[in-house]
C-alpha cells in the first residue's frame, strides 16, 4: 500500500508531537513493507529528510505562483469552529 503524509513543514529538529509520530509512522509502515510519500508546504530542511523512508516520493504541495496559498486550518493547532462534545457518562450512585 502506498502512504502520503501532508504536512505544513517537515522541521528539523523534531521538537513537536506531530512531527515525531509522523516519523516514527512512516518508519513503521515501511518496516511492514508499504511506500511512503511526503507532500509539503513549505520545502523540507534537509536534516529533516534523514531516516524518512521515501518511496513513494517528496512532493511540493506550493504552486508555482507566489499567491498560492494551502492552509490546513484545524490539522495545523486551530481551534475547532464549534466545541467537541464530551462523551455522555453514565451518572455514578452515590457512595454510602
Do not use: C, Y
Not at 503524509?5 to 522541521?11: E, I, Y
Not at 509520530?21 to 511526503?38: E, R
Amino acid at each position: 500500500m502506498r502512504f502520503l503524509f501532508l504536512k505544513k513543514s517537515l522541521n528539523w529538529p523534531r521538537a513537536t508531537g506531530h512531527d515525531i509520530h509522523a516519523f516514527h509512522l512512516s518508519q513503521a509502515l515501511a518496516k511492514l513493507g508499504h511506500a511512503i510519500g511526503f507532500a509539503t508546504v513549505d520545502p523540507p530542511a534537509e536534516k529533516a529528510l534523514d531516516g524518512l523512508p521515501l518511496d513513494a516520493g517528496l512532493h511540493s504541495l506550493r504552486g508555482n505562483s507566489p499567491s498560492s496559498n494551502v492552509s490546513f486550518s484545524v490539522w495545523e493547532g486551530e481551534a475547532p469552529a464549534e466545541p467537541v462534545q464530551k462523551a455522555r457518562q453514565e451518572p455514578r450512585p452515590p457512595k454510602p
